[in-house]
């Protein structure tokens, strides 16, 4: 969830640290910090609480000098957002920072304080320096003082270390957090993610599960698990697809949805050729008896809409479960099933540790990712990318549209492996498919009609969203993004749930979401959409211009969409959900990209 950077560089690092943490706010905001070994070897350190702003205007007044440096920008998991709190950590001699959660430090902690040390701050990291100030006053250099502490830590971790009077030597570890070591030339670094790296280098190894590494200006030694010397790869990556910029937007988040079209075509166009499909050779869904599909958040609700296509199109059994749930249940799987993973990163914690439950126990395992180089995707028998490219505001827009594009890729391949579909079948629904980029296009124009809509949403206590069939997840999926970006309660609802129970909270202040495209569900939707204007609900209907011809009487308001896309409207129904949230979050002054107690890349349990 963190941010951290680490730099063995030929220039000032404070800059440098400052700039990269700027590329990796969206992983946390809460506090940041910067320590730096000078040129006579003093490790110094200054933080601040909020936004990286606050860092950048304390070292204007308090400078830090040195060559060397560690960075990190925090999401708060043990203690409080306070400077305190904030990392670097330093004791004595040593400073790190860290992503991830240590789960005995509690146990660690207490050593440190029989051994006569007092922990300064109610984080889990500290634990990490104070352990291996004590092992360096027991006359341990520093290479083998974090080895012996890195020997003691349970949990999950990215860590990078910086030495008193070491001002050519960082040692980075990962166990579960991602962690990536950058070659330059006379220059080394380290970061969270490639994204972080781009300015400095293309040459990015990313370590293991396990690994540690030993880092000078020279290079980089990497240890395994088993603290062997291992051969990781080097990679190239693309630093142009690393670029990040608003393009003239005043969010992230309204270029992201903007780009949907152009990037969803992209997604389209790589694994859809003519009227095949391209996907790997191992993909082929004719012997499969059930498919499990998992997620965290937005890409849960991925998986949700894909669930109706996968049993509706190729009649495939489907398990929707979330990932933090997933393992806990210990669910049976069959050896003839499929596990899909769904994850905008490729790190989400708990979606990993599902994957690593369900691998052995299933005939294949399929990671449906963003990044084709992170964690889920290297696990993962078959990784499948989204190819959204990178994805800045933390409440996902252009990543879950991409993410369900393929999965109606893959939904397609299983109907026409299992005979579901013929030749001619399976061409009509591709054609439907590759028509949703130029309908999304046409869709952005519900922009307009949602800005103005923004102040009466935004002046709500709460906002029930409402949908059928694959529309139902697209609901749940419109109320999660309004409750992150303008931190209104939000539900959504199965539209023939609302007599069950929710229709009770109904009355002439509760804004009522319908999401509802003249399909076969149509009637039933509106006469659920007339249960609720019957009791003074106040509605906003979503569907096409046949759609709110039909049943539009009497509803607050309304937004038209394009028609097409077959069954996989649910992909054009996803830009209303973002942009109502977007506008809403605008007119109540909310902080769109980076909202409150989120971050992006969630890393931790």
Known sequence: MCGIIGILGNHEVSPQLVEALKRLEYRGYDSAGVATVDADGKLSRRRAVGKLVNLSDRLVHEPLAGHAGIG???????????????????????????????????????????????????????????????????????????????????????????????????????????????????????????????????????????????????????????GLPANREIQQIDVGATRIDKGGFRHFMAKEIAEQPVVLGDALNHYIKGDRIVLPDAIDFRDVDRLTLVGCGTAFYAGYVARYWFETLAGIPCDLDVASEFRYREPPLSPKSWAMFV???????????????????????????????????????????????????????????????????????????????????????????????????????????????????????????????SFYPVALEGALKLKELSYIHAEGYASGELKHGPIALIDRNVPVVVVAPRDALFEKTVSNMQEVMARHGQVLLISDVEGIEAGGDGVHASLAMPQGGGSFQPILYAVPMQYLAYHTAVAKGTDVDQPRNLAKSVTVE
């Not at 904030?86 to 959660?101: D, L, S, T």
């Not at 304080?113 to 291996?132: F, N, Y």
Request: glycine share 10%.
């Open 343 to 469: 994850s905008q990163s490729g790190e989400t914690a708990d979606t990993l540790a599902a994957l690593h439950y369900a691998r052995d126990k299933v005939a294949k395992t399929v990671g449906v990712v963003n990044v084709g180089t992170s964690a889920i995707a290297r696990d993962a028998d078959i990784a499948l990318p989204t190819l959204a490219g990178i994805e800045v505001g933390v409440a996902s827009s252009k990543a879950f549209t991409c993410q369900l594009a393929v999965l109606a890729v893959l939904a397609l391949k299983a109907a026409h492996d299992r005979g579901r579909l013929d030749d001619a079948g399976l061409a009509a629904h591709l054609a439907d498919l590759r028509a949703i980029p130029g309908l999304l296009n046409q869709a952005l124009a519900v922009s307009d009609g949602c800005r103005k809509l923004a102040g009466w949403l935004s002046e709500a206590q709460d906002v029930l969203y409402l949908g059928r069939g």
């Open 72 to 226: 990190h920008t925090r999401w708060a998991t043990h203690g409080a957002a306070t400077e305190a709190n904030a990392h670097p950590h330093k004791r004595g001699p040593v400073a790190v920072v860290h992503n991830g959660i240590i789960e005995n430090f509690r146990e660690l902690r207490d050593e440190v304080i029989a051994l006569g040390m007092t922990p300064e701050s109610e984080t889990d990291t500290e634990t990490v320096a104070l352990l291996t100030a004590w092992h360096m006053s027991q006359g341990l250099g520093p290479v083998q003082a974090a080895r012996e502490t890195l020997a003691r830590l349970h949990g999950a971790f990215a860590l990078a270390f910086l030495f008193e009077g070491e001002g050519n030597l960082m040692i980075a570890a990962r166990k579960g957090s991602p962690l990536a070591v950058g070659t330059g030339d006379g220059e080394m670094f380290i970061g969270s993610d490639a994204v972080a790296l781009a300015p400095f280098t293309d040459r990015i190894t990313y370590l293991e599960d396990g690994d540690h590494a030993v880092i000078t200006r020279a290079g980089a030694e990497i240890f395994d698990a088993e």
